[in-house]
């Protein structure tokens, strides 16, 4: 039986603390997510654990059920501290010291925490408290400010009712650069304490935790992490000799590891190198996470990262699960494994973790656009049309937002709307590959074939070779531009990469139409529906 599973009533009411009388009548009335297996007697259950707990969450808010009037749920945004320093390239300190407060508060178990993504994303932001409790969904809001110069450390942080934006808790912790560690630590317990969350002796153990025990290294981790999010090919550079220099200063360290692993996807992510070069290179930081604890949740992680890049969704699902149980709010696992349960046809399986991924990360465009790519993967194409929109304004200037915009109109039918969107992409970024495929898109919906075919580019066939999303892609337009054997031919690249949900392929996705009758494609097919069954998330 899977770990995840529970195999009947009594596990089902076991897992609750309830009684098995109480937990049938809760699937009676209350939609339980309590399963049956179709070949046997309708007594015959199981449920899923994650499912069980989303729905319990859930009903916990419901005004009126048997849990009204039980204590509100904590929950905590940290924004982005303030940086007061004098000192060249300070900002980076002080974004890593907002991460790692981040960090250190969601090791516990009780506590909600907004991801740093979220939060960062209502720096500079005028709203009052009540409003960004409001937007994040939160009770409580961390700010602060970070003062470093000529070796001394100044850190400030206020603890806010986000209801009624009174301050609860305020502290200054000084001392030298060499304190951050213990600065780190005291800020985290004492905000648990103000908060009156209840520690287990894991919360305590892993408030206490410290990943990198190193100042030069960590200062090292800190530059490294500041230049990857620039998505650059000098700037993962930069990062990546950073991580090895702070490997080089104290030796083997899980959280070097995994951030130099995920630098050198980043190669693949950002587009700079599409090789198998950066996915032997992060695997060979897993295999030196796991010598080094093989329950080191960002060692699973960085696994199914990898296994998703080459395509292998069910290996992929097994270790974000894994790290999942490890991190439940690790918003990063919990999109990456949403979108393995998507693309591989498990849309129910990833219902619950996509209401959990935007309970901790609602701000970032992606995130919000999830449950709409669920929606399209069961053919609700008219219900995704505003999240996606929403996700193109959050962002204008991504090209990857708009090009899903374009996709998802296309989708519907309303190609005027997505020629305008396209027609909108700054020039700057036309000859990148989702603004090749943007355009690529509309003038195969447009039916003009010569120019769709222009737009496929050595850099774009490479781009796809790689990626389930750009093949898929690259297979709806050419089938959308009457060229049934370059659409199959994609298609299969599709699959290959791990894109195996038969359902949508079979029925819901309206750009196949014209492939549905023939027999390659039929074939194809046949071949996913097979691997689509032997899924198991």
């Known amino acids: 039986m899977p770990p995840d599973r529970l195999d ?9 603390g309830r009684s098995v009388r109480t937990v049938r009548r809760w699937e009676q009335l209350e939609d339980l997510p309590v399963r049956r ?46 940086s007061l320093n004098c000192e060249p390239g300070g900002a980076y300190f002080t974004e890593g010291l907002t991460e790692e407060v981040t960090s250190r508060l969601s090791r516990v178990a009780a506590l909600r925490v907004i991801s740093r993504t979220s939060a960062l994303a209502l720096r500079g932001t005028r709203l009052s408290a009540p409003a960004i409790g409001m937007q994040l969904g939160v009770s409580h809001l961390l700010e602060g400010s970070v003062r470093r110069k000529a070796g001394q450390l100044r850190v400030t942080a206020q603890l806010i009712d986000a209801a009624t934006d009174a301050h609860i808790w305020a502290e200054t912790f000084e001392g030298t650069a060499d304190d951050v560690f213990a600065i780190q630590e005291t800020l985290g317990r004492q905000i648990v304490s103000a908060l009156e969350v209840r520690l287990t002796d894991r919360d305590r153990q892993r408030l206490a935790e410290r990943p990198i025990d190193s100042v030069p290294a960590y200062e090292c981790y800190l530059r490294a992490r500041h230049e990857s999010w620039r998505w650059r090919r000098d700037a993962i550079d930069r990062a990546v000799t950073l991580l090895r220099q702070g490997l080089a200063l104290i030796g083997d360290n899980i959280t070097l590891f995994a951030a130099l692993g995920l630098a050198y996807l980043q190669y693949r992510e950002a587009g700079v190198d599409l090789s198998e070069a ?24 960085l696994r199914g990262w990898i296994a998703y890049a080459r395509g292998h969704l069910q290996e992929s699902v097994r270790d974000l699960r894994s790290a999942l149980a490890l991190e439940p709010n690790n918003a990063d696992t919990l999109l990456l494994l949403c979108n393995c349960y998507l693309v591989s046809g498990r849309v129910t399986s990833a219902r619950p973790l996509l209401a959990r991924l935007l309970r901790v990360d609602p701000l970032t465009p992606l995130s919000r656009c999830m449950p709409a790519f669920a929606d399209v993967m069961q053919g609700k194409l008219a219900a995704a049309v505003a999240p996606y929109q929403q996700m193109f304004e959050m962002d204008p200037s991504n090209p990857m937002g708009r090009l899903f915009y374009v996709w998802v109109l296309i989708l519907n039918g309303k190609v005027a709307a997505a020629r305008v969107i396209a027609r909108g992409c700054p020039r700057g970024l036309r000859s990148s590959v989702p603004g090749q495929l943007m355009q690529f898109l509309m003038a195969a919906a447009r039916g003009r074939l010569s120019a769709a075919q222009s737009r496929v580019s050595v850099q774009v066939r490479a781009a796809a070779a790689s990626s389930d999303v750009f093949a898929r892609f690259l297979a709806q337009g050419f089938a959308l531009a009457g060229q049934p054997v370059a659409a199959i031919d994609w298609l299969e690249v599709a699959v290959a990469r791990g894109f195996i949900n038969y359902p949508f392929l079979a029925r819901h996705d309206p750009s196949l139409v014209s492939l549905r009758g023939e027999p390659r494609f039929q074939r194809l097919l046949k071949d996913v529906r097979a691997r689509w069954q032997r899924f198991r998330g």
């Open 8 to 16: 009947s009533w009594k596990q089902i009411a076991r897992h609750l």
């Open 278 to 301: 950066p996915l032997q290179q992060a695997q060979q930081c897993a295999a030196r996470i796991v010598a080094l604890d093989a329950r080191a949740a960002a060692g699973l992680q």
């Open 37 to 82: 297996h179709v070949h046997t007697s309708l007594a015959s259950v199981y449920a899923f654990k994650a499912e069980v707990e989303a729905w319990q969450r859930a009903r916990s808010r419901v005004p009126g059920s048997s849990r009204a009037g039980s204590p509100r749920e904590v929950s905590i945004a940290v924004l982005p501290f303030a």
